[in-house]
């Protein structure tokens, strides 16, 4: 999906770098977001559809009052984006949730995600295999679920159907309960009986159906498929994060009687995300998603006045270890940019790319310093740097690397004010005009 994100962030910054804008600049873009779509295995139909509907509001209709042509257009892109990748977002059923998929599409992993994801919110959750045709699949649930510490019921004869009935009994008064299914596809005889009887069973709140992105547009076959066999009413896409088919998959999905619920969106078990359309198409386009940042700051127990302090670019490097520690927990610094208003059209790409790994050790940097040496970095000098080296057991290009980078944020933080209101003023208003925040 970066290379969806990428291309249409730069689109964006095209269109706010542009002087004026008229009927040939609009069919310029039009033509660059057709491009960009068909790259990302995006179905043409529904490429054609999207172009043609942005093309008639914005040359052929009444532009609203108060919006400049450009403000139109930007406005009408994202508009009709979210309708493409499917419009409404839908909360999920979590009483008793019963996931199926294709081999390999991670069902067992999804469901450990799931289980962390609903635990994270308070609830009682339970996990429950179904899967006793792939060896490995009783092993592979008991070892995530004490990971997250949650409980499971695995049954000891192999038996998917007794499992069911005996999980319902044990977990009867859990908030939760997720069944993983056996993987695959709909035109297994077999595994389909198997399914409608499970599902008679249990009596799923929600079925989901687990799909990777990889697979592109052949998503809504898939999709569709499996809806004629078990009534799935959700759809979870994983391995998002890592293919340029993640905008085919949730485009395909999008057509389909069955919503999106969630995005894989890593490896690790916190990688998942409830899709909502409209703030998922507010981060592709630079727009940010501080509803979203908040939530995970949240979650992570993160306190309002750091959440603040990341938002507004405050670093300072007697508190920069404090940033560190709670970035780390929001996520890559990749991530928590495309939360931001206009942050991610801006911020150097070197910053972006610091890693996990060395923002920890920078954190042992800094524990190795003096108080005064905090609060006043501009007093470190070659023979400070030596002993902070030392101290921390790291070299000293490294102690040098972090001061650069706070600098270099620093910097950045007194010139983003004048960036968002001098370069983004025109994205401002047309966010704030339709409820996007900037602030809390």
Excluded at 57 to 68: A, C, D, Y
Excluded at 190 to 204: C, G, Q, S, T, Y
Excluded at 337 to 347: D, E, F, R
Aim: glycine share 6%; with cysteine.
């Amino acid at each position: 999906m970066n290379f969806l994100s990428s291309k249409l962030k730069n689109l964006i910054k095209s269109l706010l770098g542009k002087p004026t804008l008229d009927e040939k600049s609009v069919e310029e873009t039009l033509k660059e977001i057709r491009k960009i779509l068909i790259a990302s295995d995006v179905p043409i139909d529904l490429t054609n559809q999207l172009i043609e509907n942005i093309r008639k509001k914005v040359l052929k209709e009444k532009i609203p009052s108060g919006l400049t042509l450009r403000e139109h257009l930007i406005k009408t892109i994202y508009d009709e984006l979210v309708s493409l990748l499917g419009k409404e977002f839908s909360p999920l059923n979590e009483k008793r949730i019963m996931l199926v998929g294709l081999f390999g599409s991670g069902k067992t992993t999804t469901a450990s995600k799931i289980a962390y994801y609903l635990k994270k919110k308070g609830k009682k959750v339970a996990l429950v295999c179904l899967d006793y045709h792939r060896p490995a699949a009783p092993e592979q649930l008991k070892q995530l679920a004490e990971k997250i510490h949650v409980k499971y019921y695995i049954d000891p004869n192999n038996d998917p159907y007794n499992a069911a009935k005996k999980s319902l009994e044990l977990f009867s008064k859990y908030d939760s309960i997720i069944f993983d299914t056996a993987g695959r596809n709909s035109l297994d005889e077999e595994l389909a009986n198997e399914l409608k009887k499970l599902a008679e069973i249990i009596k799923p709140t929600e079925v989901l159906l687990v799909i990777p992105a990889d697979i592109g547009k052949v998503a809504k076959e898939q999709a569709e498929g499996f809806h004629k066999l078990a009534k799935i009413t959700g759809i979870i896409i994983t391995k998002f994060d890592g293919t340029a088919k993640g905008g085919g998959a949730l485009a395909a999905c999008s057509t389909t009687k069955a919503k999106v619920k969630f995005l894989g969106i890593g490896e690790k078990i916190e990688d998942l995300e409830q899709y909502n359309p409209k703030r998922f198409v507010s981060r592709l386009l630079g727009f940010g998603d501080l509803e979203t940042l908040l939530e995970k700051a949240k979650e992570a127990e993160i306190k309002k006045e750091t959440a603040e302090k990341i938002i507004e670019g405050k670093f300072t490097l007697n508190d920069f270890m404090e940033q560190i520690e709670g970035i780390s927990k929001l996520g890559p610094l990749t991530k928590i940019a495309q939360m931001l208003p206009g942050l991610s059209l801006s911020l150097p790409e070197d910053i972006l790319k610091i890693q996990e790994k060395k923002m920890k050790k920078w954190k042992v940097i800094i524990q190795s310093m003096t108080k005064e040496e905090r609060e006043n970095p501009e007093i470190i000098n070659q023979s400070r740097i030596r002993r902070i080296a030392k101290g921390s057991g790291t070299k000293e290009e490294e102690v040098r690397e972090l001061l650069a980078t706070y600098k270099k944020l620093k910097k950045f933080s007194k010139m983003f004010k004048g960036i968002r209101e001098k370069d983004f003023s025109s994205l401002q208003k047309i966010l704030k005009r339709f409820g996007f925040k900037f602030g809390f």
